[in-house]
């Protein structure tokens, strides 16, 4: 069993950046497939950037490349999201998930319990 929790989330201006934290507890996770989702107010859960177990494989929503970055760092059983030039229409809750194959495609496994992000304009 593997526990997620997110942190870093917050109010931000249009242009700012963040960076979102995901630590996990209960298992060491470097064989983990590991990725970042959100969800916007009346939207659907959309998936936004995910790393592989080995960090090779990367993978990015066209609405988000460019301006952020998934990074892991395994020794510390944590994994980041680096956002920048940050748009109102990033604003969502984020979840982190982790997925025990390794890979990053749906579905994961476990999940974090989200964090706010919200950019204004």
């Not at 990725?35 to 960090?55: D, H, L, M, N």
């Not at 993978?59 to 998934?70: C, E, H, L, P, T």
């Not at 706010?116 to 304009?121: E, L």
């Amino acid at each position: 069993q593997v526990q997620l929790v997110e942190s870093g989330g917050g109010l931000v201006q249009a242009g700012g950046s963040l960076r979102l934290s995901c630590a996990a507890s209960g298992r060491t996770f470097d064989s983990y497939g590991l990725g970042w989702f959100r969800q916007a107010p009346g939207k659907e859960r959309e998936f936004v950037a995910g790393i592989s177990w080995s960090g090779i494989r990367i993978r990015y929503a066209d609405s988000v490349k460019g301006r952020f970055a998934i990074s892991r760092d395994n020794a510390k059983n944590t994994f980041y999201l680096q956002m920048n030039s940050l748009k109102p229409e990033d604003t969502a809750v984020y979840y982190c998930a982790a997925k025990s194959t390794g890979e990053i495609v749906e579905p994961y496994d476990y999940w974090g319990q989200g964090t706010q992000v919200t950019v204004s304009s």
